[in-house]
């Protein structure tokens, strides 16, 4: 990974797909990314961007009702990209939020895909070596302005 650790200020929405779109290129099967940040500072949006990396069939829109959207890849041997939100989950106290995880099999997606969950931290760095925890953060005023900062875990 020629990135394997930054930090960089996102004025446009435009900014932060162009990120993701970086991120995706440098994905492959295996690697599983966890966004975190407050509601609201481009979580979907870097996906979107992440999906575009990888050339893979949208819209990508937030998963946060059905928690998990699969995005088939457009060419044969290319990874699928899993779009998981597990905020809905973070509602219910005392519910076993890694058997949840576990139900759904992400573990089985990471051979063929890439596994992109928001609001995973401190859940689904497990699932892979291999992983991109990236933090969103909106900047005052209101704007679409945003900081973001990135780091790979690599084995």
Request: cysteine-free; aromatic content about 4%; glycine content about 10%.
């Amino acid at each position: 990974m020629s990135d394997r650790a930054g930090r960089a200020r996102l004025p446009t929405a435009a900014d932060t797909v162009a990120l993701g779109a970086r991120f995706g290129r440098q994905l492959r099967a295996g690697d599983v990314v966890v966004l975190s940040g407050p509601l609201g500072a481009g979580k979907t949006m870097l996906t979107k961007g992440i999906a575009e990396g990888l050339d893979v069939d949208g819209p990508i829109t937030s998963p946060t009702y059905v928690l998990a959207r699969v995005h088939r890849a457009r060419r044969d041997g290319d990874p699928d990209l899993v779009h998981v939100d597990v905020y809905r989950l973070l509602e219910h106290p005392g519910a076993d939020l890694l058997a949840e995880l576990d139900s759904l099999d992400l573990d089985t997606d990471l051979d063929d895909a890439v596994v992109v969950v928001e609001w995973g931290e401190g859940l689904v760095e497990r699932l892979a070596e291999r992983h991109l925890d990236v933090r969103l953060d909106r900047e005052p005023g209101g704007d679409d302005g945003r900081t973001v900062t990135w780091r790979w875990s690599i084995p």
